[in-house]
Nanobody, 122 residues
Framework: VQLVESGGGLVQAGGSLRLSCAASGRSFSRYAMGWFRQAPGKENEFVAGINWSDASTNYLASVKGRFTISRDNAKNAVYLQMNSLKPEDTAVYYC????????????????WGQGTQVTVSS
């Protein structure tokens, strides 16, 4: 199984980025998918997740209303649209797949991407 992330980069505060994560090796259409992030000197934290059954979502409180997670089961992919970015959103973002339902716990996900850097300048 391989997860390939893309879409990170440098953006000014208030800008937008769209992260993509494409999975290969097996289908994750019946598993939850999510995004986590890790800022320098901080622990990894849950950002957003999406269930497979009803596409219900869950978000970190500080990103709710600014970030949108979506998935395309046909492409075995998950996306994170990030708007109104803030300097505190700067982190390495990781996609995670394989949980039975959306979870904020890293250990509930079986597979992880390599991470993509998002830097928001003030």
């Amino acid at each position: 199984v391989q997860l390939v992330e893309s879409g990170g980069g440098l953006v000014q505060a208030g800008g937008s980025l769209r992260l993509s994560c494409a999975a290969s090796g097996r289908s994750f259409s019946r598993y939850a998918m999510g995004w986590f992030r890790q800022a320098p000197g901080k622990e990894n934290e849950f950002v957003a997740g999406i269930n497979w059954s009803d596409a219900s979502t869950n978000y970190l409180a500080s990103v709710k209303g600014r970030f949108t997670i979506s998935r395309d089961n046909a492409k075995n992919a998950v996306y994170l649209q990030m708007n109104s970015l803030k300097p505190e959103d700067t982190a390495v973002y990781y996609c995670a797949v394989g949980a039975v339902v959306v979870s904020t716990t890293m250990e509930d996900y079986d597979y992880w991407g390599q991470g993509t850097q998002v830097t928001v300048s003030s």
